[in-house]
Structure formats: C-alpha cells, structure tokens
C-alpha cells in the first residue's frame, strides 16, 4: 500500500482523521459556490457541512442526521468555529419534509448507505433540489476491495476463518455495486449518474494502541468481539493488534481503501 507522505497530523481525531485523504477529494468533487444553498445527508459531526458553509459564504448550509450526540457535536464544532450560514436538524434523510426545491446541492461523505429503502430516501433528496441541482456523495466499493474490512474480517475470524455470527446491521457496502446504484438513482429520478473511483487510503492513528483503540469501537468489531468467550476474545484483540502493526508505519496507521464518487443531477 502506499504510505502518504509528509501531511500534516490531523487536526481532529476519529473519523475525520481517518478520511483524511477522502475529504479533499469529496470537496473538490463538490465544488461548493459562494451563493449556494447545501444539504449535507448523514453529516455525522459535520466537517463537511462546515467546510460546504465556508465555502458558501452568501449561501448556506444543512447538515442532517438521525443520530442526536452526532447532532449535538456537530452544533457545538460550528457555534465554536463562529458559523452563522449553518445549520443543524435531527432527522432521518428517508422521510424528513425538506423545503422542496431549495437545495444546489446534496452531498455525503459516507452517510447514504444505510437507508432502509433507499428508493424512497433518494426520492425525497431528489425533491429537496432544485431543477438541474446536483448529487455528490462518496460510498464504499464492495468490502472486497477494501483492504480494511478484509484485514480486520480476517484477524477477528482467525485461522479457522470462523467469525462469531454477529447480527445483520446497517450495510456500509449497500451502495457499492455501481449497476445497483444506478437503478436507485434512476428510479429515484435522478439523471446524469456517474462513478469515479476513489483510491486514498483511511487513517487509523498515530500507533498501534490508537488504531486498536478506535477500530475497536466499530460497531462491526465489537459485535464480534462480544459473541466470543473472553480467551477468543482476548486472542482475537491479539490478531488485529498484529493486523495493524503490520500496517504500522513513521505516519501511522494506514489501510487501502476504494470508495465511489458518486454524482447526479436532478433532471
Ligand atoms: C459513516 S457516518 C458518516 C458521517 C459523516 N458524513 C462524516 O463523514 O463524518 C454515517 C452517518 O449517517 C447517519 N445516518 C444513517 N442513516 C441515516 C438516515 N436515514 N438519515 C440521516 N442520517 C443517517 C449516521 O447517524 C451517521 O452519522
């Protein structure tokens, strides 16, 4: 894999620090003007609604999400940033009754991958759009082209590939199939659909400890770790602290990844 050279550290810890390499490619991508009105779908803690709103100067932007703490933060990173073209809702994307036709753009750093009809959600995006606005959105390609998932799958499973059958939950590599998307997007009534790979790397810490610490805390991690008696358990943390020393080096932890850039636009 490749090692990014000479970046600076990054300036906030978790998941923005792990889409280090991704958030610029995904700025660039949406390509934010100084009077446009932004809707940011999934926008956890909001860095990129941020950056859309510091971009947007004479326009604004909406940073949605369904899960309240990530709400909370966001508000806080923007009341503390002294912000005041942005904004904050709780809400699911799916269903929320956005202002129809109000938005240039809609965009997601990795937050359109878990609706439950992912039709209807598209649909309901699509509405809040202006005509001729557009779609910008980054996604996981399938898990198995993600060195990531591949390397923790394979040190939580072990050698006899056994992993302690964890629940179905939300899919980060729904959208990964390109042929899929297109017909969601196409149903959903979007036009103009369009992937363009993305082949940067995520960041998981400085050291070993730190990237244990947070890989550790994905949901698809701990519900493995919780079906395994404590000595598996204790012997599966053994293999992925291997896992990611492996993956070690002077700028940290790093792991290839592939996501899609997705656009559209609503006709
Ligand atoms: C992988 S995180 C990405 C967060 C953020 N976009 C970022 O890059 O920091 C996915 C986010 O989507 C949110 N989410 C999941 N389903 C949602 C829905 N139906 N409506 C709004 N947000 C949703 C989650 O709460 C979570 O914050």
């Known amino acids: 894999m490749r090692h990014p050279a000479s970046e600076p550290t990054p300036g906030s810890s978790g998941y923005d620090a792990e889409l280090r390499r991704h958030n610029p490619v995904l700025h660039r991508a949406c390509g934010v003007q100084l009077h446009e009105h932004v809707l940011?779908?999934?926008?956890?803690?909001?860095q990129t609604t941020r950056q859309a709103a510091r971009t947007a100067r004479a326009g604004s932007a909406l940073g949605v999400d369904i899960s309240a703490p990530a709400i909370e933060r966001a508000r806080e990173h923007a009341r503390a940033e002294?912000?005041?073209?942005?904004?904050?809702?709780?809400?699911?994307?799916?269903?929320?009754?956005?202002?129809p036709g109000c938005f240039d753009l809609a965009m997601s750093r990795f937050g359109t991958m878990f609706f439950d009809d992912p039709v209807a959600a598209f649909a309901n995006i699509g509405r809040a759009l202006r005509p001729?606005?557009?779609?910008?959105?980054?996604?996981?390609?399938?898990a198995e082209r993600?060195?990531?998932?591949?390397?923790?799958?394979?040190?939580?499973?072990?050698?006899?590939?056994?992993?302690?059958a964890a629940p179905a939950g939300p899919d980060p590599f729904s959208l990964g199939d390109p042929r899929t998307v297109t017909q969601i997007l196409g149903?959903?009534?979007f036009a103009d659909i369009a992937f363009t790979d993305v082949d940067e790397p995520v960041y998981y810490g400085p050291d070993v400890a730190a990237a244990l610490d947070w890989v550790g805390g994905f949901t698809s991690t701990s519900n493995v770790l919780k079906r395994l008696d404590p000595a598996a358990a204790s012997r599966a943390v053994g293999r992925l602290r291997e896992t990611l020393a492996a993956h070690a080096s002077d700028?940290?932890?790093?792991?290839?990844?592939?996501?899609?850039?997705?656009?559209?636009?609503?006709p």
């Open 40 to 46: 940011d779908i999934g926008c956890g803690r909001g």
């Open 82 to 99: 002294g912000l005041d073209n942005v904004t904050f809702e709780r809400a699911n994307a799916q269903s929320h009754d956005f202002p």
């Open 132 to 142: 001729t606005g557009r779609l910008v959105m980054m996604v996981w390609q399938p």
């Open 146 to 164: 993600n060195e990531w998932d591949v390397a923790i799958q394979q040190a939580l499973a072990g050698p006899d590939g056994q992993v302690a």
């Open 187 to 189: 149903v959903a009534g």
């Open 251 to 266: 700028d940290g932890v790093w792991f290839d990844s592939r996501a899609w850039l997705v656009t559209a636009r609503r």
